[in-house]
């Protein structure tokens, strides 16, 4: 077991690496550069890389073009040139890759956008309580029907395929007003394709695992991923009850041996999210479809839509269980801050 500092110094050079491969996801990316770029020898890279990413350097290239292919989807561009972008040799070959990916085909994925973008229709659910949303999704998250889970790390577990049997249900919108939200937040530092981490780290520190009530997962995002300079994202804990919390950092201070301090451990802050309106969109597919998703919703839902939106942060609640072996799609509520116009 490496030290934390150690494991600190490690995921910092797998940023890097990471951000090296998003700069062009297309290009050739061997494991000699992308060790380099971490400043280890390859033996070691691969080693490191796959103990702390869940993943091999390959499979993780492979994520990244879908995913920029999924973008790329979304703002209507032609599937054959995708595909070629993407470093394939043939359409073909691409919507294979694609349908394992995401659950459905190129094709199908850029009519679920288009579809997406087009229609601005809701579904209203007047005043509903953040308590009965909450209690809907513990009902749902542990074996349920979604056979949803939520991303623990760093790996591909953030990206696991769909199984679909049978055409995707077009997605919808539910405008929804939901309570004021206490969380314990961890500021997150790298690319989206590391948030994982940052939500290992916040887990592991709180330690989640031994606490249920600190299990309901919240990402929050107070910019757009897509301007330079502009992503401010935190990984976020349901606090749950005073009781549990103040329980986890008992548990905290005394695996430390140190004297029990009031409030959060360093870096982890206490944060409450507003209440108010948001439009919810269930996604069910990997993770690394959430930004694609929220482009189109942002781009073509809201303009439509007959709400704007206002100044706090958006949200993606994981519906996800913590099951690291469940084969399941990812289930995630994606929630837009709006206000009437």
């Known amino acids: 077991m490496m030290k934390p500092s150690t494991e600190r110094d490690y995921r910092r050079r797998i940023a890097r690496v990471v951000e090296a491969i998003l700069v062009e996801p297309g290009a050739r990316h061997t494991l000699d550069s ?15 890389y796959r103990a702390l990413m869940g993943e091999s350097v390959g499979d993780t290239v492979k994520r990244l073009r879908l995913a920029e292919a999924a973008q790329r989807l979304t703002d209507a561009a ?18 294979r890759a694609f349908r ?22 809701v579904s209203t659910t007047s005043a509903r309580t953040l308590r009965t949303a909450q209690a809907r999704i513990a009902q749902r998250g542990d074996g349920d029907g979604d056979g949803a889970r939520i991303h623990d790390g760093v790996d591909g577990n953030r990206d696991e395929s769909t199984e679909s049997q049978s055409p995707p249900a077009l997605p919808s919108v539910e405008v929804t007003e939901l309570a004021p939200l206490d969380v314990l937040c ?29 299990q309901q997962r919240v990402g929050i995002c107070a910019r757009d991923p ?11 804990i349901v606090a749950g009850s005073q009781a549990a919390l103040s329980s986890a950092m008992e548990r905290l201070d005394e695996a430390a041996q140190r004297p029990r301090v009031a409030g959060p451990p360093p870096g982890i802050e206490p944060l409450r999210l ?3 309106l948001y439009a919810v969109h269930r996604l069910v597919g990997p993770y690394a479809l959430i930004s694609p998703t929220f482009r189109a919703l ?16 958006g949200l993606e609640l994981y519906r996800s269980t913590p099951d690291r072996s469940a084969q399941h799609p990812c289930v995630t509520d994606l929630l837009i801050p709006i206000c009437e116009n």
């Open 100 to 121: 394992d990916f995401t659950g459905v085909s190129p094709s199908e994925f850029r009519t679920r956008q288009r579809h997406l973008v087009a229609n601005p229709a």
């Open 226 to 236: 897509s301007m330079a300079g502009g992503f401010c994202y935190h990984a976020a």
């Open 186 to 214: 961890l500021r997150h530092d790298g690319p989206i394709a590391t948030i994982g981490q940052t939500f290992h780290t916040l887990m592991t520190t709180l330690r989640c695992d031994e606490n249920p009530l600190l």
């Open 78 to 95: 032609q599937v054959t040139a995708v595909a070629h972008d993407a470093g394939y040799d043939s359409p073909q070959a691409f919507a």
């Open 34 to 48: 992308l060790a380099a770029v971490a400043h280890m020898s390859p033996y070691h890279f691969h080693r490191i």
């Open 298 to 313: 942002y781009s073509g839902w809201l303009p439509r839509s007959g709400y704007r939106r206002d100044q706090r942060p």
């Open 274 to 276: 507003e209440g108010g």
